[in-house]
């Protein structure tokens, strides 16, 4: 339904997916790309930039994952930068159109991984980095924790809020895509 500002309102809704397929603790569950490309606006020939993404070149439906940059502190990852999520990321030679990020959701999590808990990127972090190397429409997708993530309504503007639900007793997990005004 059309909002008063003209927009097409916010996607809202509850995805249930099966347990990840991919042999590393922290890959996306099984069927969750094929899903976020959509409000993401990715396809399978598109440069997707990965951050926190572990082994996302492991996903099953390798069209789901765009054509995959990864942005990780694991080595073992063996990602495309290596590097720290909270600091600035290489937007100088590619014009992102296209961001998703699933970093740890709490400390716990971040203890189990190669990366100290210290580096653990929080969502504000993710959403500043995101808006300086995306270009204008580009989009930022971010599966985390049940929290409000607060933004800039003058930087970016809200696309989706999912609910993501894995298995019986997995946890509940939001995805959240915001578009770079």
């Known amino acids: 339904m059309p909002q008063p500002d003209g ?17 590393y603790e922290c ?7 094929e899903r976020a490309r959509v409000p993401v606006g990715y396809g399978p020939y598109d440069p997707v930039l ?25 080595p073992e990852t063996e990602p495309d930068f290596l ?14 159109r296209h961001i998703l990020a ?10 189990k991984h190669t990366p100290p808990v210290e580096a653990r990127p929080l969502p504000a972090t993710l959403l500043e980095r995101a808006q300086e190397a ?6 930022f997708g971010l599966l985390y924790g049940p929290s409000p993530v607060r933004y800039d309504k003058k930087k970016m503007r809200l696309l989706a809020e999912v609910g993501v639900k894995v298995g019986l007793n997995g946890d509940l997990r939001m995805f959240y895509v915001w578009e770079k005004m």
Not at 27 to 33: K, S, V
Not at 134 to 139: A, D, Q, S
């Open 134 to 139: 995306l270009i204008p429409g580009g989009r």
């Open 102 to 111: 699933d970093p740890d959701y709490d400390d716990a999590n971040a203890a």
């Open 7 to 23: 927009s097409a309102g916010i996607i809202a809704g509850m995805w249930f997916l099966a347990p990840r397929k991919v042999k």
């Open 83 to 96: 590097q720290d999520a909270r600091e600035p990321w290489p937007a100088m030679y590619i014009p992102w």
């Open 27 to 33: 890959a996306y569950p099984n069927g969750f790309l």
């Open 50 to 74: 990965h951050v926190c993404a572990g082994r996302v070149r492991d996903y099953p439906n390798p069209s789901a994952i765009g054509m995959p940059f990864t942005l990780d502190l694991a």
